[in-house]
Nanobody, 126 residues
Framework: VQPQASGGGLLQTGGSLRLSCAAS????????MAWFRQAPGKEREFVAA????????FYVDSVKGRFTISRDKSKNTVYLEMNSLKPEDTAVYYC????????????????????WGQGTQVTVSS
């Protein structure tokens, strides 16, 4: 099982980008899918997640109102629509998923995810 992230790029402040993550190999119809990011010299940070069981979405405060996570269950794919991008959004973005459901309170924890994509670089210039 290997989530495949794509869609990163280099753009200017205020721009928009859509990341995609396709989880091939099995269907994660009941598991959350999440995006994390890691900037140089910083810890990996939770960005957003979608509970594919009921469609609930979760965001870190710094991206609320700018990023939207969505999923296409038929394609086993999750998207991260990023708008009004800022230089501080610059990072490698990783998608992740897991076997089975997880309590909502844990959905932002990196250690609960079993499968990680290779990462895609997003660079926002000022």
């Amino acid at each position: 099982v290997q989530p495949q992230a794509s869609g990163g790029g280099l753009l200017q402040t205020g721009g928009s980008l859509r990341l995609s993550c396709a989880a091939s190999g099995r269907t994660f119809s009941n598991a959350p899918m999440a995006w994390f990011r890691q900037a140089p010299g910083k810890e990996r940070e939770f960005v957003a997640a979608v509970d594919t069981w009921n469609g609930s979405t979760f965001y870190v405060d710094s991206v609320k109102g700018r990023f939207t996570i969505s999923r296409d269950k038929s394609k086993n794919t999750v998207y991260l629509e990023m708008n009004s991008l800022k230089p501080e959004d610059t990072a490698v973005y990783y998608c992740a998923t897991r076997n089975g459901r997880i309590v909502t309170s844990a959905i932002g924890r990196a250690d609960v995810y079993d499968y990680w994509g290779q990462g895609t670089q997003v660079t926002v210039s000022s």
